[in-house]
């Protein structure tokens, strides 16, 4: 069976943790497509050239301890809006969207540009405020220095570059089911992407 669900929506949504359940609930691989940008970043930090770097990336960069902080963040949304960055890694993802057995990808792009023609598109949005300060309670453990303020302005930074670049820009599928998790706990959030593809798959089967 061919069937990719695609998750899009701006920087700590729930995209990610979405998409780990339905994968888990329903067999599905995974993939956080975030994680090769930020890979990719990681490599430019350490002094390569942003296309060499997407070029290269390896097995070892994507299982790096260290891709989930603020600063890699940015350094991940500014090489992907660098069109050849995109090319690079476009193959990649569009192979494990349509692989055998089922696949969940999150990102910003992939109802749009990786898998057009997904069975299932989810749009993941949630207040500014909420999402920097579900993302602050993940980074202070290792930054106890650092302030929802802060944590906010990046992301606002990071959203501004993604929606309004050229190549592949963060936007909704026309067709994507919007899903607002500003008052949605987690398991709620889940219940309703869980009930969307379980639907979807229905009617394939229909
Ligand atoms: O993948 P993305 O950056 O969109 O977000 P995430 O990593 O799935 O979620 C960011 C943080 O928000 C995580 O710590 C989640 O546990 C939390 N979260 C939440 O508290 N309530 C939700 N409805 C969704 C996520
Ligand atoms: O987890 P969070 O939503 O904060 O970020 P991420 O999904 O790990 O993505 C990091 C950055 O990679 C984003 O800000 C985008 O600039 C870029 N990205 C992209 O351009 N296209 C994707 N499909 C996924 C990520």
Same mark, same amino acid.
């Given at each position: 069976?061919?069937? #990719? @669900?695609?998750?899009?929506?701006?920087?700590?949504?729930?995209?990610?943790?979405?998409?780990?359940?339905?994968?888990?609930?329903?067999?599905?691989?995974?993939?956080?497509? %975030?994680?090769?940008?930020?890979?990719?970043?990681?490599?430019?930090?350490?002094?390569?050239?942003?296309?060499?770097? +997407?070029?290269?990336?390896?097995?070892? &960069?994507?299982?790096?301890?260290?891709?989930? $902080?603020?600063?890699?963040?940015?350094? +991940?949304?500014?090489?992907?809006?660098?069109?050849?960055?995109? *090319? +690079?890694?476009? !193959?990649? !993802?569009?192979? /494990?969207?349509?692989?055998?057995?089922?696949?969940?990808? &999150? %990102?910003? &792009?992939?109802? #749009?540009?990786?898998?057009?023609?997904?069975?299932?598109?989810? /749009?993941?949005?949630?207040?500014?405020?909420?999402?920097? !300060?579900?993302?602050?309670?993940?980074?202070?453990?290792?930054?106890?220095?650092? $302030? @929802? &303020?802060?944590?906010?302005?990046?992301?606002?930074?990071?959203?501004?570059?993604? *929606?309004?670049?050229?190549?592949?820009?963060?936007?909704?599928?026309?067709?994507?089911?919007?899903?607002?998790?500003?008052?949605?706990?987690?398991?709620?959030? @889940? +219940?309703?992407?869980?009930?969307?593809? %379980?639907?979807?798959?229905? !009617?394939?089967?229909?």
């Amino acid at each position: 069976m061919i069937f #990719t @669900v695609a998750i899009d929506g701006p920087a700590a949504a729930g995209k990610g943790t979405i998409a780990k359940a339905l994968a888990a609930h329903f067999g599905f691989a995974h993939l956080d497509t %975030g994680l090769l940008y930020r890979a990719t970043g990681r490599r430019v930090m350490d002094g390569e050239a942003p296309v060499a770097a +997407a070029e290269n990336l390896a097995a070892d &960069d994507l299982a790096r301890t260290d891709l989930r $902080t603020g600063d890699v963040g940015k350094a +991940a949304s500014e090489v992907a809006a660098v069109p050849e960055v995109r *090319a +690079a890694l476009l !193959q990649f !993802q569009k192979a /494990f969207a349509r692989r055998e057995g089922g696949a969940v990808l &999150d %990102g910003r &792009d992939i109802g #749009t540009v990786i898998c057009p023609k997904a069975e299932v598109k989810l /749009f993941v949005t949630a207040s500014d405020e909420r999402r920097a !300060q579900r993302r602050h309670r993940e980074l202070v453990q290792a930054d106890p220095s650092l $302030t @929802v &303020d802060q944590v906010l302005a990046d992301l606002k930074e990071r959203d501004a570059r993604d *929606a309004a670049r050229d190549a592949a820009p963060m936007k909704a599928a026309d067709d994507a089911l919007l899903l607002d998790t500003t008052d949605l706990a987690i398991d709620a959030a @889940v +219940a309703q992407a869980v009930e969307a593809v %379980g639907k979807a798959l229905e !009617q394939g089967r229909g």
